[in-house]
């Protein structure tokens, strides 16, 4: 598995700093000339699409970079575009930019109390950026793991640099206990145990929805959005399980703005609900722990009776569950991580369907 760990420009002085904001804005200039073309007349990475650029101050391979982000970030809008049905416009790159391995070598740098230095090839032929790097508690983590090493290309941005660290994979658990989690608004996770994570986030939502877009604000509003899901997701037991099982939400908030498309206020509150956020941190936590993922068809899954298998939709009103046939009761979230645990291990009448990405598993666990 691949980590990317941010490090710091501290020990940059302000001329290679200056030195890397410029290749950076040249980057982000050329990837967008490359956008603007690409949303006109299709391409490709090939010398024919590099070529529609007559001149630039960067090299062939950077501008080779430049290409591959556009195309990148054209078929990434279009896709989408394309999945929910609706009218897209043409983006505009302005945040961190990737560097590949054949413009940044990161090389061991022992000396002056630094760990790397970072190798960039610049906007002057023969004459790179070196930016020495002070190691880090994260970055030390990942390099103790055993075949671990750090890989050449980074991520680019005013405030900082990530690298790349490759972590050989290890063998997923065959010892431990099973969870299910059900993801939701109020209550971010509710486990099949019974523990709720995240009681907070409507409120944190709430708190991103109220700022102004493109503000100070709203940027610290979502920052401290993902701060909060970081924490709630590092709260569930990964040292003693072997297993966990989510809902494939996939395309979740387009199939609720289909099914409602009257309740404005719904499509503004359920806007701040990253929950792709959550599943992103739950299968990076997984990984590293060595927890097996599963995920699971979400269809009836806060609407089944653990108790009696009873299926309605008046079993559930709002957070409570209460079955019409037997009168069990209970949170109605926590009837949904169990209702996900059951299907997860086969203990659900109904088949698993196959999950709409390629790294998502849904094999019965044993």
């Known amino acids: 598995m691949i980590r990317s760990i941010k490090v710091s420009l501290g020990a940059a002085t302000q001329r290679k700093t200056a030195s890397m904001a410029s290749l950076l804005r040249e980057s982000r200039a050329v990837a967008n000339f490359y956008i603007d073309s690409l949303w006109i007349e299709r391409g490709a990475l090939d010398a024919a699409t590099l070529n529609r650029l007559a001149s630039s101050s960067l090299g062939y391979r950077q501008k080779s970079d430049a290409l591959a982000m556009a195309l ?10 394309k999945t929910t049905g609706r009218p897209c416009s043409k983006p505009h790159l302005t945040g961190a930019f990737r560097v590949s391995s054949l413009c940044a070598k990161i090389e061991t740098f022992r000396g002056e109390g630094f760990d790397f230095a970072i190798k960039l090839s610049s906007l002057v032929p023969r004459k790179p ?12 983590y990942w390099l103790a793991k055993p075949g671990a090493k750090i890989k050449n290309g980074c991520v680019l941005h005013e405030k900082y640099i990530a690298l ?37 986030m409507k409120a944190v939502c709430a708190r991103v929805r109220r700022t102004k877009p493109g503000s100070k604000w709203k940027v610290r509003a979502q920052a ?113 991580a169990v209702n996900i645990l059951a299907r997860a291990t086969g203990n659900w009448q109904d088949p698993m369907v196959p999950a709409s990405s390629k790294t998502r598993e849904l094999n019965v666990v044993v």
């Not at 990148?72 to 575009?81: F, G, L």
């Not at 972590?167 to 099949?192: F, I, M, Q, W």
């Not at 399980?241 to 703005?257: C, H, N, P, S």
Request: proline content about 4%; overall charge positive; glycine content about 6%.
């Open 224 to 336: 401290a959005r993902k701060q909060y899901i970081n924490e709630a997701v590092k709260g569930l037991p990964w040292v003693d399980l072997r297993m966990i099982a989510v809902e494939d939400l996939t395309g979740l908030k387009l199939r609720t703005q289909q099914k409602d498309k009257s309740s404005k206020k719904s499509r503004k509150t359920m806007a701040p609900w990253t929950y792709r956020q959550v599943l992103t941190r739950i299968e990076q936590l997984a990984q590293e722990h060595r927890v097996r993922l599963v995920y699971v068809d979400p269809r009836n899954t806060s609407r089944r009776c653990p108790a009696c298998g009873w299926v309605a939709k008046e079993n559930r009103v709002a957070e409570n569950f209460r079955c019409v046939r037997c009168n069990h009761s209970a949170d109605a979230d926590y009837v949904g």
């Open 164 to 200: 790349y660290v490759d972590v050989p994979d290890e063998p997923e658990k065959v010892v431990g206990s099973n969870l299910g989690v059900d993801t939701g608004y109020r209550k971010l996770l509710a486990t099949s145990d019974g523990d709720f994570h995240g009681t907070r």
């Open 129 to 140: 950026i070196i930016i020495p790097i002070k190691g880090h508690a994260r970055l030390s």
């Open 72 to 81: 990148e970030t054209v078929i990434a809008t279009k896709k989408a575009a």
